[in-house]
C-alpha cells in the first residue's frame, strides 16, 4: 500500500543509548521531513530533506543525525539520548511545489529513561 | 518571516452547532495555507488548503475554510459538528523561501459535546 510509515511505533530507551526511529515513504516525494511534537511547543521541525543525499537542519537540530541514501527512507538518530528527546515524532513527506500537501506518518513515541 | 497563529487552545461546541476554529497568519507573498487534524494516537491528516482562487476552500469531513485577505485569517468551520470531530486541528502555512516546510500554529483542541 502507498504510504508513509515510521518505525517503532512505541520506544523506551536509556539516557546515553544511540536510537533510531526509521520513516519509509512509497510515493518517491522529494521531500522529507522530521518533526517532533511536545505539549506547550506544537511541531517544531528538526531536519528536512530536499532529495536524496540533501539534508539540511530545522528548528531544534540538536542531538539529532539524519540521513538519505535512497529517496524513499529517512532515518533519524539520536547519538546519545537525552530525557529532552522524550517526545513524539512525526515523519512527514511532500512532492515539491507549495500546494503539495505533507503526508504524514502515525508517528513513534519515545520515551528516554 | 513566515508564521500561523492560532490563538485559541480549545473550542467547545455542541453537536449539530457551527464550529469556527481561528488562525491568522503572517506571510511575504502569497501564502499557501493548510489544515490538517490529529486524532488521539495518529499522525496527522491533511483537510483542505488555499493555494489560489476561490476564498472558501472545501475539504474532508464536511470541513470548509474562508480565507480572508484583508483580515489575514483563514478560519476553519463547519456547519454541523459531529463528536467524531472532537480532535486536535493545525493551520499551517508553507514556507516558501526554503524547503517547502510546514509552519506550524500551537494546535487548536475542538470537543464536540453531545
Known amino acids: 500500500d502507498a504510504g508513509i510509515t515510521q518505525s517503532p511505533r512505541y520506544k523506551i530507551t536509556e539516557t546515553g543509548r544511540q536510537v533510531t526511529l526509521m520513516c519509509h515513504q512509497t510515493?518517491?516525494?522529494?521531500?522529507m521531513f522530521w518533526y517532533r511534537q511536545d505539549l506547550g511547543h506544537g511541531l517544531r521541525l528538526i531536519y528536512y530533506?530536499?532529495?536524496?543525499?540533501?539534508?539540511d537542519k530545522g528548528e531544534v537540530p540538536d542531538g539529532y543525525v539524519v540521513s538519505r541514501s535512497k529517496t524513499e527512507n529517512f532515518p533519524l538518530t539520536l547519538e546519545s539520548a537525552t530525557r529532552s528527546q522524550t517526545s513524539v515524532y512525526f515523519c512527514?513527506?511532500?512532492?515539491?511545489?507549495?500546494?503539495?500537501?505533507?503526508?504524514f506518518g502515525n508517528g513513534t513515541r519515545l520515551t528516554v529513561t | 518571516a513566515q508564521s500561523v497563529a492560532q490563538p485559541e487552545d480549545q473550542v467547545n461546541v455542541a453537536e449539530g452547532n457551527p464550529l469556527t476554529v481561528k488562525c491568522t497568519y503572517s506571510v511575504s507573498g502569497n501564502p499557501y495555507l493548510f489544515w490538517y487534524v490529529q486524532y488521539p494516537n495518529r499522525g496527522l491528516q491533511f483537510l483542505l488548503k488555499?493555494?489560489?482562487?476561490?476564498?472558501l476552500v472545501k475539504g474532508s469531513y464536511g470541513f470548509e475554510a474562508e480565507f480572508n485577505k484583508s483580515q489575514t485569517s483563514f478560519h476553519l468551520k463547519k456547519p454541523s459538528a459531529l463528536v467524531s470531530d472532537s480532535a486536535l486541528y493545525f493551520c499551517a502555512v508553507r514556507d516558501m523561501d526554503s524547503s517547502y516546510k510546514l509552519i506550524f500554529g500551537s494546535g487548536t483542541r475542538l470537543l464536540v459535546r453531545p
Open positions: 510515493w518517491s516525494h522529494s521531500y
Open positions: 488555499y493555494i489560489t482562487g476561490d476564498n
Open positions: 530533506s530536499a532529495a536524496a543525499d540533501i539534508t
Open positions: 512527514a513527506s511532500g512532492g515539491t511545489g507549495g500546494n503539495s500537501p505533507l503526508h
